[in-house]
Nanobody
Framework: QARLVESGGGLVQAGGSLRLSCAAS????????MGWFRQAPGMERKFVAS????????YYADFVKGRFTISRDYAKNTTTLQMNRVEPEDTAVYYC?????????????????WGQGTPVTVSS
């Protein structure tokens, strides 16, 4: 069955960097759009970034533009979120998601598979 496993979360100081990875299995990775969402305590899950199945287009939430970069590796079936210049407001559990030709990329309901999440804590 489809499975997404995130890794790379942890504690980082404000201004630092962190690299999250998501390993996909059990479905045709190359045919799915991949996304990252995050959820802070007491808040709803929010879109962070996504990359099209073809890899040619990437999209970012305004609050991470210029700081985060999403990429994918078809040979390894992985999606990566490079987080630079992190801020305390970036503290959340980060989730990887996969959706087949997602039409509303910022809407979590458009994604078919989810990982268990990896926590990120940014200290000030």
């Amino acid at each position: 069955q489809a499975r997404l496993v995130e890794s790379g979360g942890g504690l980082v100081q404000a201004g630092g960097s962190l690299r999250l990875s998501c390993a996909a299995s059990g479905f045709t990775f190359s045919g799915y759009d991949m996304g990252w969402f995050r959820q802070a305590p007491g808040m709803e899950r929010k879109f962070v970034a996504s990359i099209k199945w073809s890899g040619g287009f990437t999209y970012y939430a305004d609050f991470v533009k210029g700081r985060f970069t999403i990429s994918r590796d078809y040979a390894k079936n992985t999606t990566t979120l490079q987080m630079n210049r992190v801020e305390p407001e970036d503290t959340a559990v980060y989730y990887c998601a996969a959706g087949f030709r997602v039409t509303t990329r910022m809407d979590a309901r458009g994604y078919d598979y989810w990982g268990q999440g990896t926590p990120v804590t940014v200290s000030s």
